[in-house]
């Protein structure tokens, strides 16, 4: 494929991304009463680790003493990528909106920020300063509704504060992906990191099992599995890796700002969830912070 084929095919999929991971959350909306949160989340990095056997398991096994010489990362990486990231979000997903998830989770650029500033020591200037403030007060006006008596009375949704803990989670698995070193090559640390992720959510996922909740083998089941294996996890993460590997991470980075647009937007299609003027004033202070906290001036 020829350079300007590439481009075109970038640009496409940097189009259709966002929908693939705003896919996650809409499912979470769909089947929370449906499939429990931990049992959601195991079996859906089962199966996207099965997708992904055929293409790093040689790999994986070839490894295999460089992947234990490396366990306590993969299983701190899979706890916050697969567990927290997965099984709390889901949690959350049972009582706040998609339009929520997503408008929170689209801050994680900026605790990405600001948690490299605070313990790797990266410098923060005024301006991404003046973004993190931003994007923090955008938060902060979703989870409260934009009421203030909210905050002052401590009358938080338990599902927003449950996303916003995932969403940390996802800003942390992100710095430790970058800051902890890996001989492993990035596809087959990735799978490493799933059967991390798995083994951490395992006695969580039987501890659900045992205490009456467990992941019913009926047709909605399988079909919520499947999807978020094969589009939110694998498809979502080769079409990220492609558009990053022809634009670059700077360009790629615009995935940040319409991911809560298409999850609202979705959600308001597919769901009936309403856009409340909340959303709206969150939208208005979160993006503009990620531009300018993560943007680099020329």
């Known amino acids: 494929m020829n350079r300007s084929a590439e481009l075109k095919l970038a640009y496409a999929l940097l189009a259709i991304a966002p929908a693939l991971f705003a896919s996650n959350m809409l499912t979470a909306r769909l089947v929370h009463d449906i499939v429990p949160p931990v049992g959601l989340a195991f079996w859906r990095w089962a199966v996207t680790l099965l997708l992904l056997l ?10 295999r003493r460089q992947a234990l010489a490396e366990w306590r990362d993969l ?17 959350g997903a049972a009582t706040t909106s998609a339009s929520n998830i997503g408008l929170i989770y689209s801050a994680s650029p900026i605790l990405i920020v600001l948690i490299t500033g605070v ?3 990266e410098r923060l200037t005024p301006r991404q300063g003046c973004g993190i403030a931003l ?3 955008g938060v902060l006006a979703i989870i409260v509704k934009g009421d203030p008596a909210v905050l002052l009375s401590f009358g938080f949704n338990q599902g927003d504060l449950w996303v916003l803990c995932s969403t940390i989670a996802w800003a942390l698995y992100a710095v430790l992906l970058k800051y902890r070193p890996s001989k492993l090559a990035m596809m087959t640390r990735f799978g490493a990191v799933i059967i991390g992720g798995l083994i951490v959510l395992l006695p969580f996922y039987l501890w659900e099992t045992a205490s009456g909740r ?3 083998p009926n ?4 079909l919520a599995i499947l999807f978020l294996a094969c589009v939110a996890s694998f498809a979502a993460y080769q079409v990220y890796a492609k558009i990053q590997t022809v634009l670059g991470a700077g360009r ?33 202070l979160v993006l503009p912070g990620i531009y300018l906290a993560t943007v680099t001036r020329r």
Not at 257 to 281: C, K
């Open 54 to 63: 055929p293409i790093v398991g040689r790999d994986l096994w070839r490894e």
């Open 75 to 91: 299983l701190v990486l899979g706890a916050f990528g697969m567990g927290v990231c997965g099984a709390v979000m889901y949690i």
């Open 119 to 121: 313990f790797y020591g």
């Open 135 to 137: 994007s923090l007060a």
């Open 214 to 216: 467990p992941v019913q």
């Open 219 to 222: 047709r909605e089941t399988v």
């Open 252 to 284: 790629t980075g615009l995935l940040m700002y319409l991911v809560p647009l298409y999850t609202s937007g979705l959600g308001y299609v597919l769901l009936d969830e309403p856009i409340r003027l909340y959303h709206l004033l969150g939208a208005a």
